[in-house]
């Protein structure tokens, strides 16, 4: 017979209720796939999938005001392991960097005792990931050094700071939002602080632009939109003009380069900062709820907002080309461009009132296609957004949004029929890009119209407020092993008992039960309680009492008391014997009630002179047993009596035993036996009574004096920072305390706050989260769903694996592949999944932001240039056009995108700024941009608008003369490129860039500005100016400079190398640092040997080169080599790529059959492996 097991193990936690207002903005969702969030001086982390506490941290004496996960931006390997770090920061100043996964304070940094206004962690440098960047009040900023706790540098500024945001283009801009204003920081460097105060804007409403004039008979949502509704100046506004005193957050767009979005109350503003002007409007009608928060998405250009009654909506910019009306209308002749971004989904809204309001939200970092709510009494909803295939013919045309299509590649491959088949992913995987000005979508069934719409996924309930009273169930015995849970009851303030499953830490059930505010609990059984509250008093101080008998399985309740407790002294307490035969009912003015528990019946009320009792409670000794052994001897006796026979006797003698045994394994609450039982109370002298109870029969033994020992104690306001309201008892070891922030504890006998283990903990869903793991478990994981070439099709049992590291690592292995979605596990089985597709998917899996981006642009170009070879024959001409026009990388990509749309896309922006344009300055810059464009007559339209009052009219009058009669003839050109070189020379860096752009001259101003340390600016003006060539020369330069030790971005360099489709570079980059990009290098190959670009862009000579390299390879990898078995070889050894790629060159031809086996056979020698039982 099998032993029966059960789970009672109930492990140290804490159960977090409703927040403090300080902990509005502290909430942030990590690239790891968890969610932390403040409660009180708390930080709670849970899983973002399952909606499950995993941990909550412990260590700040004040309220949390903000959270942060750290990047993720790195390559990982076993000396860079993927780990759980998180930086907290409290209103006394107080910074905490964890370790979440072990429950660790890793540092704590102080600088002043003032709130942390605002706190981010450094991303930009492959070495650096232990920096922290944080703004201490009034107006400092300081870089710290997280993992030492070492303050780097400190910069202070004139206004107080509020928050700041970095451009995610270019991490040396750091824009920061004060009390007065906006400062520009273009010379943000971890090395040492910024150099000047910066450049201060302020915020001004001027009146509409007057290239609008002409629409002044728009009304409408469309008035407001032809607006200019703000302008920044860098003089300070007069009174009359709106400042930034209403501006609630200050963002960069991540999904183009220079683009800002503040936020109002009733509008986003969209800002393009190459001209300091609005080019979007998102405003509310006067109905509307306002605004709370905004996110900008970084795959697709959109906007999650919060709204004030907690509704989430997506907002997406409309398709310029896609502008629709009815038939019976006629198209504007002269549509005003704007940033318009149309409402796609919004969620359902929260019931808000004067304590339960939102507070902030977050969204899915890798995916994008998810947000979470955190609310003020502790909710926190998830909700995500899903896609549908719609019918063309439902669409409402005369609402002029423009219609979503489905995304046309998935990891750069053509999705084709494979569509229906892909699920949500991420949102560039539901909605394709927004088509740009000159564009059409292609007609025909290769793109489907899609609908979003948002799914309530998750919930997380926090306790209500407190008040709170809190009682444990009874304790665990060999009698009720087979049905005990650990549960806790939990009286609220509003009249209702919330049951918590205390191994899990999840509501087990929620009981309606009282009208007001419960002021105790008594469990009678496993399944059954009584409950008590009392009403509020009257004028002579009586109350109503209100005490219940509950059953937990089916939530029926029944007045305990029947038709007692109206107009009478309140009750203090309950007690319930602990035989669960009794109840003592204590009053604060009236005599002590004793009660049968099993009836309902009252059997004793005590005098009038009966002491005031100011704490009681009951004995676990009894005379039970004693009791049954006389009841049983009396059957006994009385069966002997009639006994006839000895046949007879045998039978009696066994009903007997029977009858013993029954008795002994049915409680004693279904026998009719009165057992004697002791309570000991004290009264307000501090005399301790002893009093026996048996029946209705009330004695007192004894009374006796206090003697008692402390074994620990839990002070609040020195060890704590809340303050106890109830406390019981968990189990023999554990004590449960609730206290006034509105939290239970659990914890050990010591009653010191302690984090626990997030692997320690007991969860009702298993939950994939790989930075669980060890450091090599979780690359091992991330190796074995990549590739598994032992096998002749993909597995998620890892079991037939030889893991040499111990069976229980890989059982929790197992365990996470096991916890994959269903969607992802019918990707990774499907055998059509490539192993390009592979390399994407598992880095979203595993929220690693530097390959994610890597295999996203390496997907992209490889298919693009394997569609170019494929494009053979004439009907592979004709469509291969379409698939790299309509196919472009992702804008947020930025120079990374092919030449031809970012040139499109640079148009488009020019354009737009031009309409919004309502100053001589804004024409100015117009104009600048126009010229490095080559639209030249454009500029001289500009440039012939100066009016003859301004003081610039002669300038650009002459100006525009230049550019309509310079010629390319040769002497005319020396003299432009003399004049652009001495004003370059002089300080004059953008005029003479313009100067050799109108001379056809843009490659050696690429050079200038690189010279100059304006890579950004050269890569940007090679892109728009270039042909391919001279522009892949500008980009290569740019390479060495990131891969430069002072620069150290070798992430960046591999992109822009990607995107340059420069395979063989990319490959040598990684063999070069292979120690750090090993698993990259080799996957690398694989992707390109399965396309066959990277060798066919190898020549022979680099083949013979790359032998020799993998000699090399071979040296550093030999200590790890000494005994490898051939499975877990691929787990963990990269030999044998080694062994592929040879295998490969072989097959390709590119090395002799001879010397390639020779060669193999030695290298397997010397690794210590049988070359023949190898291969």
Known sequence: ????????????????????????????????????????????????????????????????????????????????????????????????????????????????????????????????????????????????????????????????????????????????????????????????????????????????????????????????????????????????????????????????????????????????????????????????????????????????????????????????????????????????????????????????????????????????????????????????????????????????????????????????????????????????????????????????????????????????????????????????????????????????????????????????????????????????????????????????????????????SIAFRGERGNDESPIEMIKVSHLKQYLAVVFKDKPLELWDVRTCTILREMSKNFPAITALEWSPSHNLKSLRKKQLATREAMARQTVVSDTELSVVESSVISLLQEAESKSELSQNISAREHFVFTDNDGQVYHLTVEGNSVKESARIPPDVQMVSSLRSGRNVTFRILDVDWCTSDKVILASDDGCIRVLEMSMKSTCFRMDEQELTEPVWCPYLLVPRAALALKAFLLHQPWNGRYSLDISHVDYPENEEIKNLLQEQLNSLSNDIKKLLLDPEFTLLQRCLLVSRLYGDESELHFWTVAAHYLHSLSQEKAASTPAAKETAPWDKVNNPLDICYDVLCENAYFQKFQLERVNLQEVKRSTYDHTRKCTDQLLLLGQTDRAVQLLLETSADNQHYYCDSLKACLVTTVTSSGPSQSTIKLVATNMIANGKLAEGVQLLCLIDKAADACRYLQTYGEWNRAAWLAKVRLNPEECADVLKRWVDHLCSPQVNQKSKALLVLLSLGCFSSVAETLHRDSLTWNKTQQHFRETCRAGRSLWSTYDQEHFSSSTRHLSYMCFFEKNELENPTPRSLFLQRPCCYIIALFLELLHCGLISTCHGFDFLHNFLQKIKLNSVSYI
Not at 531 to 552: A, C, K
């Open 1 to 556: 017979m099998l032993p029966y097991t059960v789970n009672f193990k109930v492990s140290a936690r804490t159960l977090t209720g409703a927040l403090s207002a300080h902990n509005k903005a502290a909430v942030d969702w990590g690239w790891q796939g968890l969610i932390a969030y403040g409660c009180h001086s708390l930080v709670v982390v849970i899983d973002s999938n399952t909606a499950q506490t995993l941990q909550v941290l412990e260590k700040h004496k004040a309220d949390v005001v903000k959270v942060k996960w750290a990047r993720e931006n790195y390559h990982h390997n076993i000396g860079s392991p993927y780990s759980l770090r998180l930086a907290s920061a409290d209103v006394n100043g107080k910074i905490i960097v964890w370790d979440v996964a072990a429950g660790v304070a890793q540092c704590e940094i102080q600088e002043h005792a003032k709130p942390i206004q605002d706190v981010q962690w450094l991303w930009n440098q492959d070495a650096s990931r232990d920096l922290l960047l944080a703004i201490h009040p009034p107006n400092y900023i300081v870089l710290w050094n997280a993992d030492t706790g070492t303050k780097l540098w400190k910069k202070s500024y004139a206004d107080n700071i509020l928050s700041f945001s970095f451009d995610p283009f270019d991490p040396s801009h750091l824009t920061l939002l004060t009390s007065e204003g906006i400062v520009f920081i273009s010379d943000f460097s971890p090395s040492k602080p910024p150099s000047g105060p910066g450049k201060k804007v302020y915020i001004s409403s001027p009146h509409s632009s007057p290239a609008h004039n002409k629409l002044a008979a728009a009304t409408g949502a469309k008035k407001a939109l032809n607006k200019v509704k703000i302008l920044i100046t860098q003089e300070k506004p007069s009174a009359e003009f709106m400042t930034l005193n209403d501006c609630l957050q200050l963002a960069y767009l991540p999904s183009k380069r220079n683009h800002m979005s503040l936020l109002y109350p009733r509008e986003i503003l969209i800002l393009d900062l190459e001209v300091n002007q609005t080019v979007g409007v998102i405003a509310i009608e006067r109905t509307g709820v306002p605004f709370l928060q905004v996110i900008p998405c970084f795959q697709r250009d959109g906007l999650f907002c919060l709204h004030e009654n907690g509704c989430i909506t997506l907002r997406v910019r409309r398709s310029y080309n896609s502008i629709f009306t009815t038939s019976n209308e006629e198209p504007d002749p002269d549509p005003v461009q704007e940033l318009t971004y149309d409402l796609r989904s919004q969620c359902d809204a929260i019931r808000v009132t004067k304590t339960v309001r939102p507070f902030s939200m977050v969204c899915c970092p890798v995916n994008e296609n998810a947000a979470a709510l955190i609310v003020s009494d502790g909710r926190v909803m998830i909700w995500e957004l899903k896609s549908a295939v719609c019918n063309r013919n439902s669409r409402n045309s005369s609402s002029g949004v423009s219609p979503l299509y489905s995304p046309v590649s998935f990891c750069g491959i053509p999705v084709g029929v494979l569509q229906n088949k892909l699920p949500d992913l991420s949102l560039d995987n539901m909605i394709g890009q927004s088509a740009i000005a000159g564009e059409e979508h292609p007609k025909g069934s290769m793109l489907q119209e899609v609908q979003l719409k948002f799914l309530l996924t998750g919930l997380l309930s926090g306790l209500p407020s407190p008040q709170f009273a809190i009682r444990m169930c009874p304790p665990l015995t060999t009698k009720n092993i087979k049905m005990y849970q650990p549960l806790l009851a939990v009286g609220t303030s509003n009249g209702s008992v919330l049951v918590y499953h205390l191994t899990s830490g999840l509501l087990h059930k929620e009981l309606s039960i009282h009208s007001c505010e419960v002021k105790g609990i008594e469990w009678t059984s496993l399944t059954g309680f009584l409950s008590f509250s009392t009403s509020t008093p009257n004028n002579m101080g009586l109350v109503r009492n209100e005490l219940q008998l509950v059953d937990l399985p089916t939530g029926r």
